[in-house]
């Protein structure tokens, strides 16, 4: 099992190294730098909040429903990413390995689970439900920024790739939970 857990951590910590990679050409640095250091914002409670705040009061009905069970999804899926962060205490990539670019200002609390990637997957999995037919269109959309604020706090030197892989599944299952319980919630 130590063997595994080691060959594991091995590879988290390759991938981390490739997601914090800054590209060689400046004005690509600076573009991508830019865009992952605004789109982690994505991931914030004050974002997925409001957004679904407003989706919630000024939506047609599906989308004022999809914006409360966002709220709801986001909220409750942080229970149990404060419960594991307080649990597993893990360091974050900046301050345990070396040649890690961090961002500016650091977050210095438990890095396990990613809880922006967490509440970006609560918050984008009813947006897509509420979609309906046009979902099709919205998925291509929704990978995107999932996949870029996930990547963002790689990149920042914020998460390990198993963060931010266990925010997605915790905030992707809660949200679920969110939409299947919705009507017996009524």
């Known amino acids: 099992m130590e063997r595994m857990m080691g060959w594991l951590r091995s590879r988290d910590h390759q991938m981390l190294m490739i997601a914090n990679r800054r590209p060689a050409h400046r004005m690509l640095q600076a573009s991508l730098g830019r865009f992952l250091e605004t789109i982690t914002h994505m991931g914030g409670a004050t974002f997925t909040l409001c957004t679904a705040l407003c989706a919630a009061i000024a939506g047609t009905a599906a989308w004022s429903t999809a914006g409360?069970?966002?709220?709801?999804?986001?909220?409750?899926?942080?229970l149990p990413v404060a419960v594991?962060?307080?649990h597993f205490r893990r360091l974050r990539p900046y301050q345990k390995l070396p040649n890690i670019t961090a961002c500016r200002y650091p977050l210095r609390?438990?890095?396990?689970?990613?809880g922006h990637t967490t509440a970006t997957f609560a918050w984008l999995i009813p947006l897509?439900?509420?979609?309906?037919?046009?979902a099709v269109l919205l998925l291509p959309a929704a990978i995107i920024i999932g996949t870029s604020v996930a990547w963002s706090r790689m990149y920042l030197g914020l998460h390990y790739p198993s963060d931010v892989f266990a925010g997605a599944m915790l905030g992707s299952a809660t949200a679920v939970g969110m939409l299947e319980l919705w009507p017996i919630m009524l």
């Open 68 to 78: 409360w069970q966002c709220m709801a999804a986001v909220a409750i899926s942080h």
């Open 84 to 86: 594991m962060k307080r």
């Open 109 to 114: 609390d438990s890095s396990f689970p990613s």
């Open 128 to 134: 897509i439900a509420a979609a309906g037919a046009s």
